[in-house]
T-cell receptor, first 116, second 109 residues
Framework: DTEVTQTPKHLVMGMTNKKSLKCEQH?????MYWYKQKAKKPPELMFV???????INESVPSRFSPECPNSSLLNLHLHALQPEDSALYLC???????????????FGPGTRLTVT | LAKTTQPISMDSYEGQEVNITCSHN???????ITWYQQFPSQGPRFIIQ???TKVTNEVASLFIPADRKSSTLSLPRVSLSDTAVYYC??????????FGTGTRLQVFP
C-alpha cells in the first residue's frame, strides 16, 4: 500500500470555526509533512514530523496546529483562519527522517480549503 | 531566501524529447535533487532523484553537472498524458526544503 489518504477532500469554513484535516499512511514511514499550496504556486512546507515529534515548523501562524497521534496519522487543526489561508493542503510521508530532499515523498491528494 | 527557479512553461508535441531545467544555486552539499509531477487537484508524484552526474529510470533521466547548481529533467518521448506541472525539490544550505517555481508542460498531438 503506497497510498497517503487525506480527509476531507473539500472543506469550507468560516473565520470563527474550528476544523481539522486528517492524513493517514500505512507504509511504515517515519516522517510526515504538511504543505500549503496556493493556485499556480509550488507547495510550501509548513511542518515536518519525525518519529511522531515535530521537527520543523516553518514559522507557521498559531492558528494552524499540527498533531501526530501515532506513526500513521497526522492532523492539522484549524482555528480562526483568514480568507488568505484558502489553499490546497497537502500531506506527505517519507521513509527517511532527515532534512532535505533526500527521501522520496509520497503525497496525498490534498484537502481544498476555502475560508469564508 | 534562496530561490529554486524553473522556466514557467514549455510546449511540446507527442513523441518529442523534453528537457526541463532547474537552477538551485544554494543546494546543500549533501542533499539530493528530486523531481515531481503534479496534475491538477492532485498531490505531486515522484519522478526521479539524483545526487550527481546522470540517473535514469523507466520514465525519465536526470542530468546534474559537477557543480550541482542546476539539474535537467529529460522526458524521452512525451505523450499527451505528460501534460502537467513539473517541480524540482532541493534542500538548501540553510536546511530549508524548497520546491522550484514549477514548469507547466503542455503536450500537443
Amino acid at each position: 500500500d503506497t497510498e497517503v489518504t487525506q480527509t476531507p477532500k473539500h472543506l469550507v469554513m468560516g473565520m470563527t470555526n474550528k476544523k481539522s484535516l486528517k492524513c493517514e499512511q500505512h507504509m511504515g514511514h517515519r516522517a510526515m509533512y504538511w504543505y500549503k499550496q496556493k493556485a499556480k504556486k509550488p507547495p510550501e512546507l509548513m511542518f515536518v514530523y519525525s518519529y511522531e515529534k515535530l521537527s520543523i515548523n516553518e514559522s507557521v501562524p498559531s492558528r494552524f496546529s499540527p498533531e501526530c497521534p501515532n506513526s500513521s496519522l497526522l492532523n492539522l487543526h484549524l482555528h480562526a483562519l483568514q480568507p488568505e489561508d484558502s489553499a490546497l493542503y497537502l500531506c506527505a510521508s517519507s521513509q527517511g527522517t532527515g532534512t532535505g530532499a533526500s527521501y522520496e515523498q509520497y503525497f496525498g491528494p490534498g484537502t481544498r480549503l476555502t475560508v469564508t | 531566501l534562496a530561490k529554486t527557479t524553473q522556466p514557467i512553461s514549455m510546449d511540446s508535441y507527442e513523441g518529442q524529447e523534453v528537457n526541463i531545467t532547474c537552477s538551485h544555486n544554494n543546494i546543500a552539499t549533501n542533499d539530493y535533487i528530486t523531481w515531481y509531477q503534479q496534475f491538477p487537484s492532485q498531490g505531486p508524484r515522484f519522478i526521479i532523484q539524483g545526487y550527481k552526474t546522470k540517473v535514469t529510470n523507466e520514465v525519465a533521466s536526470l542530468f546534474i553537472p559537477a557543480d550541482r547548481k542546476s539539474s535537467t529533467l529529460s522526458l524521452p518521448r512525451v505523450s499527451l498524458s505528460d501534460t502537467a506541472v513539473y517541480y524540482c525539490l532541493v534542500g538548501d544550505d540553510t536546511d530549508k526544503l524548497i520546491f522550484g517555481t514549477g514548469t507547466r508542460l503542455q503536450v500537443f498531438p
